[in-house]
């Protein structure tokens, strides 16, 4: 595979479970980015890892949580979120956060719908 | 502070038309400007970027953007439009220092007919 793959593309989930997003780059990049697509509204950067460590996190509940093994994976866990948490959550990665305007590229995203 | 705005929330045009989607952005230097599109149900993919030189950049698709830094403005044109250019357009902003962010604007959709 290409560039960047999310999984899954659908989720649907209640307030109470627990699951996982997972994101994998083969782009050989070293930063990988979360962001949140609401509706009307500009994507949200979440968090950002470089060369697999955390160097951004824009105030995000604590219900969302990252994980960075590596850095080709991304994943984005997920536990008692609310209805308003329903979104479209992108990741991205670039080549590193010290190369100043280097291009992002974006998965498809992960269609998550609370219920 | 940072930030992007894309005046149009949508934009309809006729197959073969000319295209320009507006952006504006606010930032103290000089920035580096993105354009990416995203058709329903997919990611972002990046159309052209200015980081520095020629003020007209050239993109895939046949796309082109002119950066007026007189007018703090960044905005995407094309000659044709084709029907499969429907989709929503995304102008972005990014910063001179290490940190890499980019900031967007909420959009534009453009609506192709026949």
């Known amino acids: 595979e290409t560039g960047v793959t999310q999984t899954p593309r659908h989720l649907v989930m209640g307030m109470t479970n627990k699951k996982s997003l997972k994101c994998e780059q083969h782009?050989?990049?070293?930063?990988m980015y979360w962001y949140k697509q609401s509706a009307k509204k500009p994507l949200e950067l979440m968090f950002v890892?470089?060369?697999?460590?955390?160097?951004e996190n824009n105030s995000v509940p604590s219900r969302f949580s990252p994980e960075c093994p590596n850095s080709s994976h991304l994943f984005l866990h997920l536990h008692t979120l609310q209805p308003e948490d329903s979104a479209l959550y992108l990741c991205?990665?670039?080549?590193?956060?010290?190369?100043?305007?280097?291009?992002?590229?974006f998965g498809p995203g992960t269609r998550l719908t609370v219920l | 502070a940072q930030s992007v705005t894309q005046p149009d929330i949508h934009i309809t045009v006729s197959e073969g038309a000319s295209l320009e989607l507006r952006c504006n952005y606010s930032?103290?230097?000089?920035?580096?400007l993105f354009w990416y599109v995203q058709s329903p149900g997919q990611g972002l993919q990046l159309l052209l970027k200015?980081?520095?030189?020629?003020?007209l950049v050239q993109g895939i698709k046949g796309f082109e953007a002119e950066f007026k830094r007189s007018q703090s403005s960044f905005n995407l044109r094309k000659p044709s439009v084709h029907w499969s250019d429907a989709a929503e357009y995304f102008c972005?902003?990014?910063?001179?220092?290490?940190?890499?962010?980019?900031?967007f604007g909420t959009g534009t959709r453009l609506t192709v007919i026949p």
């Open positions: 991205a990665s670039s080549q590193d956060r010290g190369t100043s305007g280097s291009s992002q590229y």
């Open positions: 890892y470089n060369f697999k460590e955390q160097t």
């Open positions: 930032y103290g230097a000089t920035p580096y």
């Open positions: 200015y980081f520095s030189g020629d003020t």
């Open positions: 972005a902003v990014g910063v001179q220092t290490g940190a890499n962010n980019l900031f």
């Open positions: 782009l050989g990049h070293n930063a």
